[in-house]
């Protein structure tokens, strides 16, 4: 194999593990969006590496959330939240400024998030979080094994969606 070879061959690797990073964490959003008592816990389990570790990061999300170290506690977390009536009735997050950094068969991401929810009880809120997130390839895939999120700024909000009028110049 030529050099030039390797060096495709490398760099191809490099956009394909960043890909995959990029697609966990897509997927756990994703089911994130959509957690309630018919969520596939197993799937969302299995993004996590065996050792894993969840955590909220700074004061209010430390005290909030706390941290769970290892797939099953990190799966039983998420159990609490699969209830009936689903604990979120709207829950959308936003994923932004991101940057994956790949070294072999470890990764880092990271990304600012925006969180819009609205609670079985119908309380609003608007969160937004920096999530630094470590990646692994384990047993032929690249999973979370170090999730860290700490809030940016939180409050309430009255509504998500609105008939009030949407100013548009020369409207």
């Known amino acids: ?92 997050h936003f994923l932004c400024s991101e940057l994956i950094r790949v070294d072999g068969a470890e990764a880092t991401g990271s990304w600012v998030m925006l969180q819009t929810s609205t609670f079985a009880g119908g309380a609003s809120h608007l969160n937004a979080a920096r999530l630094t997130v470590k990646f692994r390839e384990e047993e032929g895939a690249w999973r979370m094994a170090h999730f860290q999120t700490e809030n940016l700024f939180s409050r309430p909000v009255d509504a998500w969606n609105s008939d009030a009028h949407l100013p548009v110049p020369g409207k």
């Open 1 to 92: 194999m030529t050099a030039m070879s390797q060096a495709l061959e490398q760099r191809l690797r490099q956009l394909e593990s960043e890909q995959a990073v990029r697609a966990c964490m897509n997927r756990y959003m994703e089911l994130c969006d959509a957690l309630d008592a018919r969520s596939p816990l197993d799937e969302l389990a299995g993004l996590f590496t065996l050792d894993a570790v969840w955590e909220g990061k700074g004061a209010k999300y430390a005290r909030s959330f706390g941290g769970y170290r290892g797939r099953e506690a990190i799966r039983a977390m998420f159990a609490t939240y699969m209830t009936e009536p689903a604990h979120f009735a709207l829950n959308v």
